[in-house]
Nanobody
Framework: QVQLVESGGELVQAGGSLRLSCAAS????????MGWFRQAAGKEREFVAT????????SYADSVKGRFTIARDNAKNTVSMQMNSLKPEDTAVYYC?????????????????WGQGTQVTVSS
């Protein structure tokens, strides 16, 4: 079992930056690929970014490529996502997730453990 807790979400102006963090407990995350997803009000949860177990491979949704950067620190059992050049359409609840299979999947169904989410609001 892995417990995930996200933090760092807040209200920010368009063009600004935020850094989200995900702290894991229960088991080390080195055995999991990790992902970030987001869900805007009234919409489906969507893939944002994922990172391999050793951090050497990453994948991003086209909508955030070049603006967001996912990273992990297995020694500290944390995952982070730096978000730059934020847009109002980035407004959503952001979720951290862990995948036992290490598949680097963009499908939410591939992920086994989820955090409770952190709200990011970008004002225009």
């Amino acid at each position: 079992q892995v417990q995930l807790v996200e933090s760092g979400g807040e209200l920010v102006q368009a063009g600004g930056s935020l850094r989200l963090s995900c702290a894991a407990s229960g088991r080390g995350i080195n055995g999991y690929s990790m992902g970030w997803f987001r869900q805007a009000a009234g919409k489906e949860r969507e893939f944002v970014a994922t990172i391999s177990r050793n951090g050497e491979r990453t994948s991003y949704a086209d909508s955030v490529k070049g603006r967001f950067t996912i990273a992990r620190d297995n020694a500290k059992n944390t995952v982070s996502m730096q978000m730059n050049s934020l847009k109002p359409e980035d407004t959503a609840v952001y979720y951290c997730a862990a995948d036992r299979a290490g598949s680097l999947s963009s499908s939410r169904y591939a992920y086994d453990y989820w955090g409770q989410g952190t709200q990011v609001t970008v004002s225009s």
